[in-house]
């Protein structure tokens, strides 16, 4: 059995450990690099209405993973595929409440920079959400086969 098929396995578990550090940097990136010196209000509106979106998808995909919760993005042996909720229309909805957080700190203060930086996150979020999958579907199957079909990655499909 490959690596990919025992999600208990050293290496995997590494990863996804490299993966929640590297998010957590480049977050921070996006949070801390030099700010715009002057913003207008209409701006700190718009990123205020995101980033407090983000807060909440975040939220309640974390409520609705309940047992399933973990800080990495390796699966929990017999915690079930949630599809239902936020996550019958997104796969990775706390992916999403993350870039949505990131994205209204770039409108509301960023600088090119922090734009920039939040690109990099986008990229890194969308290459995290295929690894992800790659372990949800040898862990479900035709569940998670079925399910991907339907739903979005990290945007709905309409």
Same mark, same amino acid.
């Given at each position: 059995?490959?690596?990919?098929?025992?999600?208990?396995? %050293?290496?995997? +578990?590494?990863?996804?450990? =490299?993966?929640?550090?590297?998010? *957590?940097?480049? *977050? @921070?990136?996006? =949070? *801390?690099? %030099?700010? /715009?010196?002057?913003? &207008?209000?209409?701006?700190?509106? #718009?990123?205020?209405?995101?980033?407090?979106?983000? #807060?909440?998808?975040?939220?309640?995909?974390?409520?609705?993973?309940?047992?399933?919760?973990?800080?990495?993005?390796? %699966?929990?042996?017999?915690?079930?595929?949630?599809?239902?909720?936020?996550?019958?229309?997104? /796969?990775? %909805?706390?992916?999403?409440?993350?870039?949505?957080?990131?994205?209204?700190?770039?409108?509301?203060?960023?600088?090119?920079?922090?734009? @920039?930086?939040?690109?990099?996150?986008?990229?890194?979020?969308? &290459?995290?959400? /295929?690894?992800?999958?790659?372990?949800?579907?040898? &862990?479900?199957?035709? +569940?998670? +086969?079925?399910?991907?079909? /339907?739903?979005?990655?990290?945007?709905?499909?309409?």
């Amino acid at each position: 059995m490959s690596d990919s098929g025992n999600m208990s396995t %050293p290496r995997i +578990q590494r990863t996804g450990w =490299l993966l929640v550090a590297v998010q *957590f940097v480049l *977050f @921070a990136a996006v =949070l *801390f690099l %030099p700010r /715009r010196a002057q913003t &207008s209000e209409w701006l700190l509106i #718009v990123g205020g209405v995101l980033a407090v979106a983000g #807060v909440v998808v975040v939220g309640l995909a974390f409520v609705r993973l309940g047992g399933a919760l973990t800080p990495t993005p390796v %699966p929990l042996p017999g915690a079930g595929l949630r599809t239902d909720g936020m996550y019958g229309r997104v /796969r990775h %909805p706390i992916y999403s409440g993350i870039l949505l957080i990131a994205l209204g700190i770039v409108a509301a203060i960023g600088s090119w920079w922090t734009l @920039a930086w939040f690109v990099v996150l986008a990229v890194f979020f969308v &290459s995290k959400s /295929r690894w992800e999958d790659q372990l949800l579907a040898e &862990s479900y199957g035709v +569940q998670w +086969q079925e399910w991907a079909a /339907r739903t979005g990655g990290l945007f709905p499909r309409f």
